[in-house]
């Protein structure tokens, strides 16, 4: 990505950004279930962002997948083995350690002062494999902040994971999981 003298750079903070992946139980037992949201806990990544430059604007997200962490109230030892699952199961992050989304083409339609509706098109690497990948998001402009807040799903099989399932079959996690982000990024002290 490189800037226009149009284009801001905004660099994402990740300490008061919040970055979640939702995933349902279904199954003759899904009703007994757990539906866990997991938290990204270590990411990072730039936005290139005018309103001047609608074409410009930009997100490389680089993602350490190690770094998921279950959030829901549950025993110790159910997180440790949802989170065990999740590294060595289904993410392999030792094999895989890191995700990235990195956008290619965006449109921007003004949602109102300092607010817009941008949708990006781009390439989103997860376990090994990188395919196309909309995100949708709103974001808005305050002083040197940029915010972005939006929703997008996932098909597992798509990136060659296989949904886990467990009791025989009879609860098992759907294919499509939802990721949901609320991403604060500070401008850049130099845009270079």
Do not use: W
């Not at 829901?72 to 083995?81: A, G, L, Q, T």
């Not at 995100?135 to 915010?147: C, E, H, K, N, P």
């Not at 604060?184 to 130099?190: G, L, T, Y």
């Amino acid at each position: 990505m490189s800037p226009s003298a149009l284009t801001t750079v905004y660099t994402i903070d990740p300490v008061v950004s919040r970055f979640t992946v939702r995933v349902f139980a279904t199954g003759l037992l899904s009703s007994f279930g757990h539906s866990p949201t997991i938290a990204i806990r270590d990411f990072s990544g730039e936005a290139r962002f005018s309103p001047d430059a609608p074409d410009e604007a930009a997100l490389v997200l680089r993602i350490r997948a190690k770094s998921l962490a279950v959030t829901d109230d549950i025993s110790d030892k159910d997180r440790r083995e949802l989170e065990r699952t999740m590294n060595e199961q289904v993410l392999e992050s030792a094999r895989y350690p890191e995700i990235v989304f990195e956008s290619s083409k965006a449109s921007l339609n003004r949602a109102g002062d300092h607010q817009y509706f941008v949708n990006m098109v781009g390439s989103l690497t997860l376990h090994g494999i990188t395919n196309n990948q909309a995100v949708s998001a709103q974001i808005a402009l305050t002083g040197d902040l940029l915010r972005g807040h939006g929703e997008f799903s996932v098909l597992q099989t798509a990136y060659g994971i296989k949904p886990v399932s467990v009791a025989g079959g009879s609860l098992k996690v759907k294919d499509e999981v939802k990721c949901a982000f609320d991403i604060v990024a500070r401008k850049k002290v130099d845009n270079k």
